[in-house]
């Protein structure tokens, strides 16, 4: 009987081991340790598609932001480059969070950027504040509202990260779109957190990501 206990209470330690560093894998994938007991233990099949939709967003962004970016290099507007650069690197950080999420998840990361529609710089402004705003005020807080009802923080912890980095982007666009002319001339500069894709003007005085506490000194810049 003795034997058997024995038995028992090694097999449950040997399986209480592998939990454990399959937990820290996921850990450091996701950055956080609140974010294994949901990636263990997978995601709503809800999330999941909003995961795969948020994703293909992400890609899309990305590549709408670089578009823009090349058509403002193309009329000498500098400092809007320099934004659209910051924008399309926040998109594909967030795109490559998102996926491995769903990787964790025991799914695959589907789906390909949507071919952009490149206007004038103005217009291509306008277009990348109207759509961050429908991300930041519609799209990406209905993905957070329903991963929380069904307990999928890590799900809702990212979606909320494109939220934060979406507002900060069009408050940057919008001042551009303002005063356009004074964006022609190089100087302006822009950063972005490796961690969760936030972005930022240089001119802003920070020691730490707002959203993800990462140290400001990890930041990639743009101008």
Do not use: H
Request: proline content about 2%; hydrophobic content about 45%.
């Amino acid at each position: 009987m003795n034997a058997w206990r024995m038995v028992v209470a090694l097999g449950l330690a040997t399986a209480l081991v592998l939990t454990a560093q399959a937990q820290f894998n996921l850990g450091k994938v996701l950055n956080t340790a609140g974010d294994v007991v949901s990636a263990v233990k997978g995601v709503s099949s809800e999330t999941a598609t909003d995961l795969q939709s948020a994703y293909v967003d992400r890609l899309s962004a990305a590549a709408r932001y670089k578009a823009f970016a090349a058509q403002a290099k193309t009329n000498n507007y500098v400092a809007v480059q320099a934004a659209f650069r910051a924008a399309e690197a926040s998109a594909t950080i967030q795109a490559k969070k998102i996926a491995a999420l769903i990787q964790s998840s025991g799914a695959t990361a589907t789906g390909s950027a949507a071919a952009p529609v490149v206007k004038t710089t103005l217009e291509n402004l306008q277009s990348a504040t109207k759509s961050g705003t429908a991300v930041s005020r519609s799209t990406y807080p209905g993905f957070v509202k329903k991963a929380t009802r069904k307990g999928d923080l890590s799900a809702a912890r990212l979606f909320q990260q494109v939220i934060s980095s979406e507002t900060a982007l069009v408050g940057i666009f919008s001042k551009a779109s303002a005063d356009l002319a004074a964006w022609k001339a190089s100087g302006a500069e822009f950063a972005v957190c490796p961690t969760c894709g936030y972005a930022v003007e240089t001119t802003r005085s920070l020691t730490t990501c707002p959203v993800c506490d990462a140290a400001r000194s990890t930041f990639t810049s743009y101008k």
